[in-house]
């Protein structure tokens, strides 16, 4: 130790004076193990560089320097200074001075000194060398004994693995010498079974017995085992079976769930909905009940009407009675006498005369008031009254006088005509006394007028503060006695070669409307019905009621049928005046002045305010007007007259219509004989230069006015749209608006020689006998259509319509196609929208059947023709209007 310490010293510079060199081979172990530690760690690098160099070759230890000794451990923990560590080494060497006995310090050499230093430094260097090495066997050790510690953990796992093993084979060992011993044991059994039964066979013994009862348990027990194992086989297949089922019963329950979920969410929903529904029944069951009971007032106060109606009859019936009986004996027998005169002067028939005298006798009321009323008159007007008595008497009876600008066929510019002239003679033929008074127009057909003739008289009428003459024309149209008024007024209003457009249309029939009620004033007429017809002379309602009721010409009850509502006579409330209606008065909300233009008053208006029935010509239009666009603003005034307001379909005169009996056409026709048809369809081509090649090819007709309401561009379309489906087309038609005329007038220029279509732009009664005649099928597309009448003309004459469903053609054309319809009651093609699409889509159908369906088609053709359009059932309908406003004005009479 001392050693060391001073070998260090020395390698630092510090060298003691009194260092004693100890020759290497007695250096202890220790010793070395200390120099070893801190010259490992206090070496510069490069020194220890060098030193490992150097290593391998002066790696010549001596034999006592083991690197392995246990006593290196003993120096890790030195941790004193390097002072500390050389005043301990001086310490130590002492120490050994004293330990070898010498107590002076030896005196060496230099040159001594100097081998000592050499050769502790070589030591020093085998020793690092040695310390190097032991380290690298220490290391070496280490990883060693690291693998034998892993080797260990292995040998150990595989020791427990062979325990275990060790263990399983024990118990199999065991086991095996269970199973052995069970196996001897039943060899034993075996064996001694075999002893006894060779006993048993040898002996007989009666332990044979205990053995085979033995068996015996035992097979019952076997037996029972296998019993019970069955049992329980049994039993674990019930156990699967019910496991099964329980999945399934779980499924189900699940499955359940799910559903009862649904359920309830549907059942929610379905409540929320049932409640909604029970909401709005509930709100319908309110407005329902209000209806009703409005209803049921409405019914209670007619009943009430009607009660006093009848009352008053019967007083009235008493009172003629009354009545007839102060008339005296003498009246009677006039009666008799001029009825009997008539009869020998061959004016009236033996059994008419007989009709006559049978009244007389019964002193008839009706007699007696026509005798009355025909004061004035000639022999042969008295006549004619009287004869009307003697129709059926299944009728009321009513004297009504029909007031209107145009009347067919002597007057006729559109349906209006045909109306008055229809329906006056469906109201005659009914039993009525049915007179017609018209602006005496010159342009009217003359020559259809019979027995016209002026009357000496004149009629004065006012207009614009003057008083103006009238000549009164009295004629017979149709059948139908009519009073024509010749307005002796420097403006010559009827005059003018035409109906209408000469730009003071209101104020002609303005006077006119005066001027008809100053006729039957001065006439002493008193009719039950005036009914007047359209704005031209809705002004007879005003007049009435204002000016002729105050008069004298009090008998009547107003029926104004507006046949059009985009026609109103709207014009500045000022001009109303000249027919010497108070504007101030009329001029307000509730009576003439117009809803939708402020400072005017409007005609119809005024008539549906001053009129007691008020009619249009179809049930549907009879809706469509109730809206503020078919109405055309007059919705207001419908809605607060709605009890008076009704819809009338109207019908056709089918003496005049009638291909059985038409003399304008080329060959009549009817139903059972449609030859007269084909002839008339070759005659009309022939006539218009088309072609007459394929007999079959259909031709389409269309007779119109052209205004806009008509549907001008379907009308066009349609013409197009025959031509591409293969047929032939003819257009009769003329149009108030210069525009439109023109535009047809260039289209029908265009095909005047054109092999399949003709254009026929004017007006011509006769030649529309023939269209009607010669058509297979008749084109109405109308925007809208208060009733039309052209559809229903055309199906008397079997051409097929396809028509728009709107206004009075819904209410006459009924699709072939739709089901929802009784199939007897279709008897055309329509359409909704009005576009070309749609008509194209009817039109196409249409030709469709045609080609496809002869056979069909001709069933159609007779079914149309067939139909009832007369005015019968609507004449009716009027008729029923008129006798209820009667009685209701009697009503009020009483009161
Ligand atoms: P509107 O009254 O609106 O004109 P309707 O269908 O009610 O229409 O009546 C039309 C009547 O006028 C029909 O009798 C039809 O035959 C006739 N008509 C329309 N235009 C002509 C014409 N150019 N030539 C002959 N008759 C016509």
Known sequence: ???????????????????????????????????????????????????????????????????????????????????????????????????????EPPTLPLQDLMKMIKNAEENILLLNEARIKALEEVDKVLAEKEALHSEIKILETKLAETDSKLKVANQEEADTKLLEAQLKQFESQISSLSDTRSTRTRTNTSSDSSLLSEINTLSIENSVLKSKVEELKEK???????????????????????RVAQTEEDENKFNEELQKKVKTLEEQLRVSD??????????????????????????????????????????????????????????????????????????????????????????????????????????????????????????????????????????????????????????????????????????????????????????????????????????????????????????????????????L????????????????????????????????????????????????GSVPAHDLKPCGLDVDHLDRPDRLQDDSSHGRINAVKGAIVYSNIVTTVSPTYAQEVRSPEGGRGLHLALKTHSRKFFGVLNGIDTDTWNPRTDNFIKAQYSYDDLQGKLINKDYIRKQLGLSTSNPSQPLVGCITRLVPQKGVHLIRNAMYKTLELGGQFVLLGSSPVPHIQKEFESIAENFKSHADARLILKYDDVFSHLIYAASDMFIIPSIFE??????????????????????????????????????????????????EQSLNGAMERAFKYYKQNPEGWQELVKRAMTIDFSWESSASQYEELYQKSLARARTFAQT
Request: charged content about 30%; aromatic content about 10%.
């Open 1 to 103: 130790m001392a050693m060391a310490s001073e070998a260090c010293a020395l390698f630092l510079g510090h060298v003691p004076r009194y260092c004693k060199v100890v020759p290497p081979i007695g250096f202890s172990r220790r010793f070395i193990a200390v120099s070893c530690k801190m010259r490992h760690r206090n070496f510069s690098p490069k020194i220890n560089r060098q030193t490992k160099r150097a290593l391998p070759s002066q790696l010549k230890l001596r034999a006592d320097l083991d690197p392995l000794s246990s006593e290196t451990d003993n120096f890790v923990d030195n941790n004193k200074t390097i002072d500390e560590r050389v005043s301990t080494g001086e310490d130590e060497i002492k120490e050994i001075q004293k330990d070898e006995g010498t107590s």
């Open 236 to 258: 674990e297949k019930r156990v699967e079976m019910l496991e099964r089922e329980k999945c399934q019963l779980e499924a189900s329950i699940k499955d359940l769930q799910e």
């Open 786 to 835: 208060p009733c039309g009448l052209t559809q229903m003309i055309a199906m008397q004459y079997g051409s097929i319509p396809i028509a728009r469903r709107t206004g009075g053609l819904n209410d006459s054309v009924f699709d072939l196609d739709n089901n929802s319809i009784p199939a007897e009651l279709r008897n055309g093609f329509t359409f909704v929208n009005a576009d």
């Open 290 to 519: 209000k209806e009703i009971n409005a209803l049921m007032k409405l019914y209670e106060e007619s009943v009430e009407e009607f009660q006093k109606t009848l009352d008053k009859l019967k007083e009235e019936s008493e009172k003629s009675v009354r009545d007839l009986k102060e008339v005296s004996w003498e009246f009677w027998s006039f009666l008799s006498l001029m009825v009997d005169g008539w009869l020998l002067e061959k004016k009236i028939s033996v059994a008419d005369a007989e009709k006559l005298r049978n009244l007389v006798m019964k002193r008839d009321l009706y007699l007696r008031e026509t005798y009355l009323s025909c004061k004035g008159l000639n022999e042969s007007e008295i006549i004619a009254n009287f004869l009307k008595l003697t129709l059926p008497r299944n009728s009321s009876g009513l004297h009504v006088v029909h007031i209107a600008a145009e009347m067919a066929p002597i007057a006729k510019v559109g349906g209006l005509g045909d109306v008055v002239s229809g329906l006056c003679k469906a109201l005659q033929r009914k039993g009525n006394l049915v007179e017609i008074i018209l602006p005496k127009y010159d342009c009217m057909d003359h020559d259809r007028v019979q027995d016209l003739k002026v009357l000496h008289e004149t009629v004065e009428s006012y207009f614009e503060g003057q008083l103006f003459q009238n000549k009164i024309w009295v004629g017979i149209v149709e059948g139908l006695p009519v009073y024509f008024i010749e307005p002796l007024h420097p403006a010559k209003y009827f005059s003018r070669g035409k109906f209408y457009g000469d730009g003071d249309d209101f104020r002609r029939f303005m006077y006119f409307s005066r001027a008809a009620l100053e006729l």
């Open 521 to 568: 004033l001065e006439a002493k007429k008193k009719p039950d019905i005036i009914h007047c017809h359209d704005w031209q002379t809705a002004f007879v309602a005003p007049l009435y009621w204002d000016i002729f009721a105050n008069r004298g010409l009090n008998s009547a009850r107003i029926c104004f049928t507006c046949h059009n509502f985009e026609h109103q």
